[in-house]
């Protein structure tokens, strides 16, 4: 089986006419105004999914300021996932920073939604300040047994759209506070994961975390599979494609040629989430 951790979906209205969801929200405008940024509805991932032969994927939104956007997408991706409910597995998506998205996570939590994320930070604003609202969703996500998955990437190298301010000190921070519950990191966490050679202390606090590798092939050479393998183990490593961004197949030629050997490629392109979200292999 395959499970692809790291999926955006959008309604039908969004991915026609992105610019009438510009105002007010210059963190999707950053990231969307280019026409080659892909927006997709479920639909679209579905068919994607069967040219890669993806059986499952998480799906998530985007992290509106505006709540009433967020829960207005949000409810497609719920909606998405209860018509598929043998592909599709749905994740609520609040901005961590806006007002009521401690309320809004619960509700979607409640209505169905397996965990939250992709939840991001990509202002700049006080790390306290953003640790503490971090920290109330953790707290919802944590009550109701749910999944955490997180936008992380690396603090140095080259300036691209969606790269955050903050560094691997912030997502240790997150791990540390959501210690005992799934925490995914996306993007390799950032980098985070190479401090799990540290002797003390760090080792610990990444033991309920998972990586994902969402656009890896942008960002690292093919050595990351095969470095991160033996840093954090096979079985904390998951498959993710960041999809409409690229598609599946790109990243499956990487890990299939990356002489992991087949019972670890298993694990990451599908065991591991398998577990993870309860579904049946």
Known sequence: MRVDVHTHIAPPAMVQDRSQFFDGEPIFQWLYESPKARLVTAESLLEAMDRDEIHRSVVFGFPWHNIETAKRHNDYVLEAASRHPSRLIPMGCVNPLSKDAD?????????????????????????????????????????????????????IG??????????????????????????????????????????????????????????????????????????????????????????????????????????????????NASRLFGVAM
């Open 158 to 271: 080259h300036a691209y759209p969606g790269k955050a301010p903050f560094g691997v000190e912030f997502y240790y921070e997150i791990a540390r506070r959501a210690e005992g519950m799934p925490l995914i990191l996306a993007h390799w966490g950032g980098g985070l994961g190479f401090y799990g050679l540290l002797k003390k202390e760090v080792p610990e606090v990444l033991a309920h975390v998972y990586f994902d590798t969402a656009a890896s092939p942008y960002v690292y050479r093919q050595d990351i599979y095969a470095a991160m393998v033996r840093i954090v183990g096979p079985d904390k490593i998951l498959f993710g494609s960041d999809y409409p961004l690229l598609a599946p197949a790109r990243y499956l030629r990487e890990i299939e040629s990356a002489d992991l050997g087949a019972e670890v490629v298993q694990a990451i392109v599908g065991g």
């Open 103 to 155: 309320r809004e996570a619960q509700r979607c939590l409640q209505a169905g939604a397996r965990g939250l994320g992709e939840l991001a930070v990509y202002e700049n604003c006080p790390i306290d300040a953003a640790i503490a609202d971090y920290q109330a969703l953790i707290d919802c996500c944590r009550s109701s047994g749910g999944v955490m998955l997180v936008h992380a990437n690396e603090p």
